[in-house]
């Protein structure tokens, strides 16, 4: 505690030979839960630099006003972690994101539940509420979902009922047509088994719609079903891709791309 409060760059480098240790310290010992939690680094969404040098109590610190949860995010590696579609309304709204990589963490993350009466949330999670934000936004009209919209989600999952558990609309997302969800306690995105064939664990993920991006507006326009059909396909691959994931049929999806920029072509 003295090494991390007094010579912080010392112990950026204690951290960095010991810190898988520290979280699996914090994992066995239990009665110690709160104080090694205190010792923990990571990176996140705020700080100037990729090394872990975040403490919790720094998260808490600066949080914003009414801000009764820690988010974080998981990833592979920390280039994929900080460009998933999840993390748009967090930068939007200014709430810092710890960013999860090493293949330690989502057992850390089982077992750290809270710190300092904080629970800690995923940013993936299909019950993300961020409407204690304060912002010029109406949430009432942004929660509303005209009928034709919602005959629109159905029609996709039911192209891609055999992929995921649902299609809703999504309040999360502002560059991104679509992202994944999950109401599981297990998370979507280190690394999967390699008999996964699309990265997802066993997991039917929920498939989050943007409605205000135009490449949404443009499939649900789409009078043609079989081209329907193929938009459906693109956008869930697109949304695979986009979590830095690896496609089961990447030719398939180039064979899907390429008819569609030949259409734009002739």
């Given at each position: 505690e003295k090494?991390?409060?007094?010579e912080k760059d010392k112990y950026t480098k204690f951290w960095s030979e010991f810190g898988l240790t520290l979280?699996?310290?914090l994992i066995e010992e239990y009665e110690n839960r709160e104080l090694i939690a205190s010792l923990l680094r990571f990176s996140t969404t705020r700080a100037d630099t990729d090394n872990q040098e975040v403490s919790l109590k720094?998260?808490?610190?600066?949080k914003l006003n009414d801000q009764e949860e820690i988010y974080y995010a998981f990833g592979k590696n920390l280039e994929i972690v900080k460009n998933i579609p999840h993390l748009d309304a967090f930068k939007e709204k200014g709430i810092e994101v710890i960013l999860l990589t090493d293949r330690i963490d989502e057992w850390l993350i089982s077992h750290l539940t809270e710190f300092e009466g904080k629970k800690l949330k995923s940013i993936t999670s299909s019950d993300v509420d961020l409407n204690w934000v304060k912002d010029n936004e109406n949430n009432e009209e942004k929660d509303t979902v005209d009928e034709?919209?919602?005959?629109?989600?159905?029609k996709i999952k039911e192209i891609l009922k055999d992929k995921?558990?649902?299609?809703?609309?999504?309040h999360r997302l502002s560059t991104f047509p679509?992202?994944?969800?999950t109401d599981s306690l297990r998370n979507l995105y280190l690394q999967p088994p390699k008999n996964d064939e699309d990265g997802f664990r066993g997991i039917k993920p929920i498939l989050e719609v943007n409605p205000k991006h135009p490449l949404i507006n443009k499939i649900k326009?789409?009078?043609d079903d079989a081209r329907f059909e193929e938009l459906a396909y693109i956008l869930y691959d697109q949304a695979v891709l986009s979590e830095g994931k690896n496609l089961p049929n990447s030719a398939q999806y180039v064979k899907r791309v390429n008819s569609l920029l030949l259409d734009l072509i002739n």
């Open positions: 090494l991390a409060e007094n979280k699996e310290g720094d998260y808490v610190a600066r034709d919209f919602s005959s629109f989600l159905s995921v558990k649902d299609v809703k609309v999504s679509a992202c994944f969800v326009e789409e009078k």
